[in-house]
């Protein structure tokens, strides 16, 4: 049973940066494929970016360029350095871990980014 809990989340002014902490425990964190989605109200929970085991990325168009993930397999802690952020990044952000067809999921930490 893995344990996922999120941080760095907060108020931020469009343009800022912010970065989000995902610390896992009770399972290897190197076999895990790691993602962060996010769900703003009224809409539907999406993927923003995902890593692989090896490190290898993926991201949303919407955060291309602006965001990058990254994972410590030594402390088992996920990443999520957000730049440039835009009002419309305003969510809840949720970190996942993912294997086989067993998902877990945290807390959320909350995002806002408004003037």
């Known amino acids: 049973q893995m344990q996922l809990v999120e941080s760095g989340g907060g108020l931020v002014q469009p343009g800022g940066s912010l970065r989000l902490t995902c610390a896992a425990s009770?399972?290897?964190?190197?076999?895990?494929?790691m993602a962060w989605y996010r769900q703003a109200p009224g809409k539907q929970r999406e993927l923003v970016a995902d890593i692989s085991r090896g490190g290898s990325a993926n991201y949303a168009d919407s955060v291309k360029g602006r965001f990058t993930i990254s994972r410590d397999n030594a402390r088992n802690t996920l990443y999520l350095q957000m730049n440039n952020l835009k009002p419309e990044d305003t969510a809840v952000y949720y970190c996942n871990g993912h294997r086989s067809i067993v998902d877990y999921w945290g807390q959320g930490t909350q995002v806002t980014v408004s003037s």
């Open positions: 009770g399972a290897i964190f190197s076999n895990f494929v």
